[in-house]
């Protein structure tokens, strides 16, 4: 299944593409940022390039560009994995310059809005570190019920962390 593009009110999200890389380094080489993410943050544009190259044209994930809808310039991204029939897994991530304006939220909710409304998903989930509270905050702002806790679930750069499950149902989802 391919990423088509759609809109939400102030953002579009596009098929991610190679040149993407340059914004977002912003995101990737924030330490900050990353200390949640599944690998380390960036040194350079071309350590981005490399780990974005693979995920371009993955069967089972479709990933997404997050823009302004007025511009082209990218502020963060959306995944969606298809897990099993009508269930996927997303994953998001906004550069910090864009933080505190409620746009990881409409991207967020216009994905959901895809994959249950339009696709027919029914069920999405999302897996989080259990210290990431902004993330934890927003999923369940959006309506999504933590589900559960794997122990030493993930080895990341900062060592052998937990993940906390969110779920929600089509029918709990009600935009």
Do not use: C
Not at 104 to 111: D, F, K, P, Q
Not at 136 to 146: D, Q, S, T
Request: aromatic residues 10%; glycine residues 6%; negative net charge.
């Amino acid at each position: 299944m391919s990423a088509a593009a759609f809109d939400s009110e102030r953002l579009r999200m596009r098929p991610q593409r190679i040149e993407d890389a340059d914004a977002l380094f912003e995101a990737y080489s924030d330490a900050e940022l990353m200390r949640y993410w599944s690998s380390g943050p960036h040194a350079d544009i071309a350590e981005t390039r490399a780990y974005l190259t693979p995920r371009l044209d993955q069967a089972q994930w479709r990933g997404w560009a997050v823009t302004l809808k007025h511009d082209d310039r990218v502020i963060g991204t959306l995944a969606a994995g298809q897990k099993r029939p009508s269930v996927s897994e997303i994953g998001y991530l906004l550069v910090r310059s864009a933080w505190g304006r409620g746009y990881a939220r409409e991207a967020v909710s216009r994905l959901i809005d895809l994959l249950v409304h339009e696709e027919g998903q029914r069920r999405v989930f999302a897996d989080t570190d259990p210290d990431n509270a902004a993330s934890n905050a927003l999923l369940a702002a959006l309506g999504f019920r933590r589900e559960g806790l794997l122990r030493a679930e993930w080895e990341t750069h900062i060592g052998v962390r937990d993940t906390a499950l969110w779920g929600l149902l089509a029918e709990e989802w009600a935009r």
